[in-house]
């Protein structure tokens, strides 16, 4: 089964997005979300952008999400609403851990 079939037009959509993320390395995308629909969608989005998914534990907070997020050299994260604050901590309990725009 080709995935580019399920998400019509979805590598023009993905690759712009990623692209910039990549930076030379292999492209990880954490997810920090429940198993629902939308976790489909996130895998199949990293196939089709040729990025690792990453499945974050949403039971782990803080610092040792934080340590999660950098030992798994993620550098994008798709979260669940319900979790944003639970990453948000995360990214408080480790300053390395702030977005770098460039």
């Known amino acids: 089964m080709d995935v580019r079939r399920l998400v ?4 023009p959509v993905c ?3 990623v692209a910039p993320a990549r930076a ?6 954490g997810v920090l979300m429940d198993n629902l629909p939308a976790f489909v969608f ?5 196939g089709l952008a040729g990025a690792a998914l990453v499945g974050l ?4 907070t803080g610092g040792f999400l934080a340590r999660d997020l950098a030992y798994a050299d993620c550098q994008l994260v ?3 609403p319900r979790y944003s604050n639970q990453l948000q901590e995360a ?3 480790d300053p390395s851990m702030r977005p770098k725009f460039s």
């Open 8 to 11: 019509p037009g979805g590598m």
């Open 57 to 60: 534990n949403p039971t782990r």
């Open 42 to 46: 996130a895998e199949l989005g990293c």
């Open 91 to 93: 990214l408080d309990a």
């Open 15 to 17: 690759e712009p997005a």
């Open 78 to 80: 798709i979260v669940e």
């Open 24 to 29: 030379g390395r292999p492209f990880h995308v």
